[in-house]
């Protein structure tokens, strides 16, 4: 069983293998009828997505996905339903794009010295608005350096490895204000994926919830059953409502296919009760 919702998914725009455009054909035949573009750290898609989405008779709601930091690792928050053109937005995506090409330029220089072509990797990748540690592990790929993505995350790009660069990322406060100042909804991403303590997710959780967020991942791509009770239950503690999302980047991998997910639990409140599922997103009135 499906809601026929996915509110988190990404493009060419960010990091995803799919246009805007050929995302929406995809997600649009899967049956999903409710969809978001989630990208990260940009709004650079939505135009296009929009305009396919509405050819296709797809409802769509406004999306991005913004890093943040929480006691010193990275966490990412959903928003939705948020003006694009609003100053609060757009200083939040020129922050992060800024503190993204520096932190790829410290990634390069440290794989260069550790005897990886990290500088070859990144001018691989010039042109890019919004480059991404998935970007650099594609273009060690196509440099022959490793044989597949996870590769270039276990051997240079991950934690404790010669590429691992840790980003100051605003807080989460920053981000859930930045969203509702431009009208927007914001959505703690996958909880379960963080590594934490249960203990510390339920703080986590808390906290998310102490400034402002409104909702949580209760479904996610390639999730469980159990971890979806999980989620569930970090959300109904909270007094959070639930969303759900794939967070598909290619649609060829299955446990990431739009219109395959779980459906969101009934104990929880749906998110998207908020938004009218017309062709434009626009907000219920």
Request: hydrophobic fraction near 45%; charge should be neutral; proline fraction near 5%.
């Amino acid at each position: 069983m499906s809601d026929a919702v996915d509110l988190h998914m990404h493009s060419t725009a960010s990091d995803g293998v799919l246009s805007p455009a050929a995302l929406a054909t995809i997600v649009h035949a899967a049956g999903v009828r409710l969809c978001a573009l989630t990208d990260h750290d940009t709004t650079a898609g939505l135009a296009e997505m929009t305009e396919a989405a509405a050819a296709l008779g797809l409802a769509t709601i406004p999306g991005i996905e913004l890093s943040a930091a929480w006691q010193g690792r990275d966490i990412h928050i959903v928003g939705l339903g948020f003006d694009p053109t609003h100053a609060s937005i757009r200083s939040a995506i020129a922050l992060r794009g800024a503190l993204r090409h520096a932190r790829m330029q410290t990634i390069a220089g440290r794989l260069d010295r550790a005897g990886a072509p990290g500088t070859a990797a990144l001018n691989r990748l010039a042109g890019l608005a919004n480059p991404t540690r998935t970007h650099l592990a594609r273009a060690l790929v196509d440099l022959g350096v490793v044989v597949d993505l996870p590769a270039a995350f276990s051997r240079w790009l991950g934690r404790g490895r010669p590429g691992h660069v840790a980003t100051e990322w605003p807080s989460i406060e920053a981000t859930v204000t930045a969203l509702q100042e431009a009208g927007g909804t914001a959505v703690l991403a996958h909880p379960l994926r963080y590594m934490l303590s249960a203990g510390q997710r339920r703080t986590l959780v808390k906290h998310f919830h102490a400034v402002g967020g409104t909702a949580l991942e209760v479904v996610t791509g390639g999730a469980a059953g159990h971890q979806i009770e999980a989620g569930l239950g970090l959300a109904l503690r909270a007094g959070l409502e639930g969303s759900s999302g794939s967070d598909c980047h290619d649609p060829a991998l299955p446990w990431h296919r739009p219109g395959r997910l779980a459906t969101l639990p009934q104990a929880v409140i749906p998110v998207w009760h908020r938004w009218a599922q017309t062709r434009d997103g626009t907000r219920e009135q």
